[in-house]
């Protein structure tokens, strides 16, 4: 937590800001690339987002007020970046989030940036089927392994909350994945 | 159908995969476009010419307004009262009760029966006060 506070010092501080802020991008990128491309599912969809993000992040840095962690908040920014990404392409392909995510599923096992079994495709099409919520939470969860109380301060919502909806998301996967 | 425990099965990942040399490649865009965020904006001499030539015509338009306002204000405001018109009448002997009947129209002098009601005990003192009375009543 000290470390924390003085690394956002040196993000604050104009003589080190460049520094720290390549020291960020380092650190986070790789997480923050699977975060984004865990709910976006294309690779060029994904590489747009995470540079928004990071924009953003830096755009951002003196309205940061220590009050989260920093890893919550430029995750809330980055969960922000994509579910607005999806809302656009929804737009534009007049469908719901739900139709437009299903679509993009199944071109999965065309896209060169899918190296999935079948299993792992399988499992891309159950998630696909759950309410936007569920899915968040599960992806974050399972994929992610992010604990209860961080995913609580990023997605502003109480881990009574975030149990349960991880808890239907495993029971309608799990009934999808038994079908076979 | 086949039971299937997510929780207690090996962990499937998701199956995606990133470009050889994805992140290396994602650096040095992301300091390209910081390097543009961070840089000074340049703001051209001709904008800044034209912010001064609007700051100048608002300035003389102002200037102009308020001008315009004072004359109006002057010609439009001193009104006389009562008081001052009866002093300056009073202390103007070469003005007569004949001149000023001559400025009087009939409208004038309708009005100013109406607004003056004389009681009848003033005129009776007027009448007995007067020496001219007898020279009016045989006329």
């Known amino acids: 937590m000290e470390n924390e506070k003085v690394f956002i010092e040196t993000l604050l501080n104009p003589k080190t800001q460049q520094a720290a802020f390549k020291q960020l991008v380092f650190q986070f990128q790789k997480p923050l690339y699977n975060h984004i491309r865990n709910i976006v599912l294309n690779h060029d969809d994904a590489n747009d987002v995470l540079q928004n993000t990071f924009i953003k992040v830096f755009r951002n840095l003196p309205k940061f007020k220590g009050e989260s962690k920093l890893f919550s908040w430029i995750y809330r920014i980055a969960t922000n970046e994509a579910l607005t990404f999806l809302q656009q392409k929804t737009k534009h392909h007049q469908s719901s989030s739900e139709e437009y995510l299903q679509k993009q599923t199944e071109k999965l096992q065309a896209d060169v940036y899918f190296e999935g079994d079948e299993i792992q495709f399988k499992l891309q099409q159950a998630i696909a089927q759950l309410p936007e919520k569920q899915k968040l939470v599960f992806k974050m969860k399972y994929f992610e392994e992010i604990k209860y109380e961080d995913l609580s301060e990023i997605l502003d919502t109480s881990v009574g909350a975030l149990k349960a909806s991880y808890h239907h998301a495993v029971k309608k996967i799990e009934e999808y994945l038994k079908k076979d | ?139």
Not at chain 2, 53 to 65: G, N, P, R
């Open chain 2, 1 to 139: 159908m086949k039971s299937f425990d997510l929780e207690n099965s090996p962990k499937i990942k998701s199956g995606f995969k990133v470009p050889d040399g994805y992140f290396e490649e994602f650096n040095a865009i992301l300091t390209e476009q910081l390097a543009i965020e961070v840089e000074p904006k340049v703001i051209s001499f001709h904008s800044r010419k034209k912010v001064w030539y609007s700051a100048i015509a608002a300035i003389l338009l102002f200037a102009i307004s308020v001008k315009v306002y004072q004359n109006w204000k002057v010609n439009s405001s001193p009104q006389l009262n009562q008081d001052e018109i009866e002093n300056f009448l009073s202390y103007h002997p070469s003005i007569t009760t004949e001149d000023l009947i001559t400025l009087l129209n009939e409208e004038d002098i309708l009005a100013f029966q109406k607004s003056k009601t004389i009681e009848s005990d003033t005129i009776e003192n007027y009448l007995l006060t007067t020496e001219s009375l007898e020279y009016y009543l045989i006329d």
